[in-house]
């Protein structure tokens, strides 16, 4: 029952599936989860409390901000509410329920679907109308329009013909996941780097995602200090290869540099270019750089307390730009007093594991995956305001899996504006 709650979670954070375009769907699965944590009686009246405190916190937030700083219609102070039950709750739910066993069960489901996806890319490599065709076959609501075709556990979109989504809406979505996997997988075996730990480096690989590579090099230095290699050592030996490989992959700086000059050119011309997107009947959308300065240049300071949830709705001309940049789309939407809240209690999650310099690392690491995507509301990162409550490192594997054989033998088994 835990593997299968998980299951629907990590679908809800993949953002793929119809699940993430269906109201119904974030509050039946909310349902399911807190149906699961009356029946083996896993909610207390001190996870009730916990919830009360951050739901105070946050709607007092909220409430500050809107009639106080922003001055916006109430509709803007409801969405922010909303926010809480629909996108906030589910991560809470999950957390209080499977509490010690929580970060066990993310490694184990989004591990499997990992794996799970390289037969399914290799499939796309060899033939990707094959893909969706079975996708479109399947016909899954909201699954399949203009090249897109998800089937739950696999997404195959025709622009990235030979890049690996995985079970999330994108190579660069799906990078987020699995590097998040992998931090997760060595936080809880003690950085292993075991045959799954090898698996997920290949799904990682077949991401061809810029951002997730970066992301992926510090995860390697993350490693190495885990195991005691030294800065010097590193630098030495790992810092040339790195500036070579920098220099001399496509993918990495050359791709960089052509995409900063594009955003300067987008950000110039923005009034025009949105006005041709309109025309056309599409969304323009803006990379990394570009949503920055956009953001910076339209919300100037109020991005230190955020605007709303609902913030594209205050500014005319975001209607129709789709902002790539997580970070500042955060902030935007909360601020950067709402980030260092996510930031902080995460930190305190990591601290629960390793030592504070390879925590703060773990935090570099989510701060380069969020330059590149706005995942910053999926439900995984939305976890670590709680995760770190509940983390019980001296739990170990085997002890989680012994308990739950036990448990299951003894039990019968039965971009976010709202």
Sequence with gaps: MYYFITFLFVLLA?????????????????????????????????DVQLFVKFALLYVGFCTFRSFFLTGLPIKYWLNDVVFLFKFILPSFLFCAVLKEKAVYYLTQVMIDLAILSLPLYCLQLISGDLVYNIGKAINLPYAHFNGYVNMFVFTYVKNHAIRNSGFSWEPGAFGFMLIMMLMLHWLNNNFKYDTRAKLVTIAIITTLSTTTYIAFAIMILIYCRAKGVRITTLLIFIAPFLCVAVVSLPFLFDKILDTYNKDMLDIKNIHTLSATYIEMGRVMPLNRFGS????????????????????????????????????????????????????????????????????IYCLIVILVLGFGECI????????????????????????????????????????YNL
């Design 376 to 415: 910053y509301l999926s439900s995984l990162l939305l976890a670590f305001l709680f995760l770190y409550h509940y983390a019980r490192p001296e739990t170990t594997t085997e002890e989680v899996s012994e308990n739950d054989t036990y448990e299951y033998a003894t039990t019968e088994r039965p971009a």
């Design 292 to 359: 920055m300065l956009f953001l910076i240049d339209t919300f100037g300071n109020k991005l230190f307390f955020g605007v709303s949830n609902s913030y594209k709705e205050t500014v005319q001309l975001l209607h129709n730009i789709s902002i790539s940049n997580g970070i500042f789309a955060f902030c935007a939407q909360f601020g950067v007093v709402g980030l260092g809240c996510l930031f902080y209690r995460a930190y305190k999650f990591f601290r629960k594991y390793i030592t504070a310099e390879l925590a």
């Design 14 to 46: 993949g953002k793929a599936t119809f699940f993430d375009d269906v109201n119904a769907c974030w509050f039946i699965i909310e349902g399911i989860i807190l149906w699961v944590g009356l029946h083996k009686q896993r909610i207390t009246k001190n």
